[in-house]
């Protein structure tokens, strides 16, 4: 084919296919940098991609740990509201809740002494109710399980068996109940 053309067409192709070996060796050449800031810039994007991947799932547990916290105040807030005795009603609310537990037991308390005490080194201060019931077994068994389902935190510190009368069944004890609460 190339036979065909003439010496001068043959000349004019050679300069041109050098011109084109040269354009591409330049080509090249100039691509070589730039190929290898695209790599450098691709392992970059990578590792950026890998740091945010990180970065965001740090940020999403802080995100879960954050709304656990809350919901832990709402629920700090919900005992206080609801299970523990605030501190200025106390009195109040401590005496309306025996009569409740003494009338749900069908047992009435004696001698009901009133004991306020502060914690030195927390800011705690505790309640203690003490008192006398007397009746059958079953009766004071009654009574501490209404304690026990009371919804304020009410506890029964100390028990003491004053007197236990076996030809009639029945007994006579010391109860303390204590009440914590924050000031």
Avoid: C
């Amino acid at each position: 084919m190339l036979n065909l053309l003439e010496d001068k067409e043959k000349k004019a192709l050679r300069y041109v296919g050098v011109v084109l070996g040269l354009v591409l060796i330049f080509l090249f050449l100039l691509a070589l940098p730039q190929r290898k800031r695209y790599f450098s810039a691709l392992s970059v994007l990578e590792e950026k991609e890998r740091n945010h991947k990180y970065f965001e799932g740090i940020g999403q547990s802080r995100e879960e740990e954050w709304h656990r916290w809350q919901e832990a105040f709402r629920d700090m807030d919900e005992l206080k509201s609801q299970y523990f005795y605030a501190e200025k009603q106390i009195p109040q609310q401590l005496r309306i809740d025996l009569d409740q537990i003494q009338k749900k037991a069908r047992i009435r308390a004696s001698r009901i002494n009133y004991r306020y005490t502060q914690f030195r080194r927390e800011e705690i201060k505790k309640v203690s109710v003490s008192f006398n019931i007397k009746g059958p077994y079953i009766t004071l068994k009654r009574f501490l399980l209404t304690v026990e389902e009371l919804p304020k935190f009410l506890f029964v510190e100390k028990i003491d068996f004053l007197d236990i009368d076996s030809q009639r069944g029945i007994l006579e004890l010391k109860i303390v109940l204590a009440v914590y609460y924050a000031i």
